[in-house]
């Protein structure tokens, strides 16, 4: 069977992507920048990359018309600009005009469960996409969650963020909103059990796993499996507003995302029953399991996917290939070498850098960078990176997006996603026996070049000591 999975790059993608291939569809990733998808790490003869933007809707062309059918699993809610509401719908409204000219029997599309009376922004433009997308040729079967709990999800990580970083929380009072969480096995378990069932055709159904707890009640369920002691007091003080400012700061969520997720958490998420679990022979996993198998992967440093490399400036939305040819006219330009003996290790040492392994030299420095990022409003450290030793281009790893990671080509080069006055690079390079370490900036304006000069002399400390270090094979 041909399928077409959309929002290729995002986390439900990335985690449904494999299981579709060891079954032996042929699939059809539909991306908006190729440069951010790593097809290496899913070989197949059945897989195919095409470029296409929802948002234009000539580039939807690129979809081939053979395909038997579609995932859609698109969403704005991370966008910066506040109208991803807008955006929403005409990205549906894009993808039902092409899908109709294509043979696809069936599109499934995720979304969230909505039996409040009382939606959010994010829900309410979730049922419209599903609205929009029901008036279709096509038969559409709509799966709804609330919590999706895995390792890289975007709740699991808050959640993660919040215990972890903070044994006592003054919290507000949506701590006491109920939901119903699932685990992202079963998620993926739902969308493929799906697959051209004509009694699934033009329904929807709630999904979501055996247990009701509030938000609060997860907290804690977490920090007992983690060994950990916390107490939270919920206190009925916080505005929206400073609740936002609350996650922002605490968790590595952005300030617009942490206004949608706030908004949404005052609305209970609990599912309508259905048997569509018994019907697929799902076995519903538990919250406490589901947080298990979840440090099982990232034990195992098995993340498929992690919510964080969507969070970023408007740098995915311009495509990456734009940046990957780093500038040389009108810009400042720092280069250190360093002859080295081993290089297999030193290549080893560059594709570990950030995270947990730090950047080699004055991490504090780095840490008090990103902090000052963060409260101008940019990505800061918080992100880290999907995984401790490899690393593939179109990821962030912490306030950077990762352009180009080639082993064959020894090449680690680097795009800052941080708030500056201008743009910058970093590249690593092994050549000739050597590593080549390149600082890259392009001012903007005279505040740029300000920027550049005030920062200049930490720079023989950091990148000097940075290189030092990296370089270094006996550790």
């Keep these: 069977m041909k399928i077409l999975l959309t929002g290729a790059t ?22 908006r920048d190729k440069n951010r998808f790593n097809i290496h790490q899913f070989p197949s003869a059945n897989l195919s990359v095409v470029e296409a933007d929802f948002l234009d809707q000539k580039s939807l062309k690129n979809i081939p018309d053979d395909i038997d059918l579609a995932y859609y699993l698109i969403h704005s809610m991370s966008s910066q600009n506040g109208k991803f509401e807008e955006m929403e719908a005409i990205c549906a409204g894009n993808f039902k005009f092409r899908l109709e000219e294509t043979k696809a029997q069936q599109v499934i599309y995720l979304s969230g469960i909505d039996n409040d009376e009382e939606l959010s922004k994010h829900l ?25 709990v895995g390792s890289g999800s975007a709740s699991f990580e808050i959640i993660r963020d919040l215990v972890e970083k903070l044994p006592v929380m003054i919290a507000p009072q949506w701590l006491k909103t109920r939901c119903q969480p699932i685990a992202i096995r079963n998620v993926v378990e739902f969308l493929k059990g799906v697959i051209l069932r004509k009694e699934t055709y033009n329904q929807s159904f709630d999904i979501g796993g055996p247990d009701i707890l509030n938000y609060k009640e997860m907290l804690l369920h977490f920090a007992r499996i983690r060994g950990l002691k ?108 360093l002859p080295i003996e081993n290089e297999e290790q030193v290549l080893k040492n560059v594709w570990k850098i950030g995270g947990k392994q730090g950047w080699y030299y ?34 962030s790893l912490d306030f950077w997006r990762v352009l180009i990671a080639s082993k064959s080509e020894k090449r680690l080069l680097l795009y800052a996603e941080m708030k500056l006055p201008g743009e910058a690079w970093l590249e690593f390079k092994i ?21 550049w000069y005030s920062v200049f002399p930490f720079h023989g400390l950091i990148f000097g000591g940075m290189i030092k270090n990296i370089a270094r094979t006996n550790s």
């Design 10 to 31: 995002g986390y439900i993608a990335q985690r449904l992507l494999p299981v579709l291939l060891q079954e032996g569809h042929q699939v059809v990733c539909c991306v």
């Design 124 to 148: 309410s433009s979730r049922k419209n996409v599903e609205s929009i997308l029901s008036d279709a040729s096509f038969a559409l079967t709509t799966l709804k969650a609330g919590i999706i």
């Design 362 to 395: 004055g991490n504090w420095l780095w840490e008090i960078r990103g902090f000052l990022d963060q409260l101008a409003g940019g990505v800061g450290m918080r992100r880290g990176r999907k995984s401790e030793s490899e690393i593939s281009a179109g990821e």
């Design 431 to 451: 050549e000739k026996g050597e590593l080549v370490q390149t600082a890259t900036f392009r001012p903007l304006g005279l505040l740029g070049r300000v920027y």
């Design 230 to 337: 916390r107490r939270i007091m919920v206190v009925p003080v916080m505005t929206p507003r400073i609740s936002s400012y609350w996650l922002y700061f605490v968790t590595s969520t952005s300030y617009a995302l942490a206004q949608n997720l706030v908004d949404s958490m005052k609305i209970e998420v609990i599912c309508t029953p259905n048997d569509l679990a018994a019907t697929l022979g799902i076995k519903l996993i538990g919250y406490d399991d589901a947080i298990r198998l979840a440090f099982d992967k990232i034990e195992q440093n098995q993340v498929l996917s992690s919510w964080k490399d969507a969070q970023t400036s408007d740098l995915l939305h311009k495509g990456l290939t734009k940046y990957m040819e780093v500038p040389v006219n009108g810009c400042y330009v720092e280069v250190r070498r």
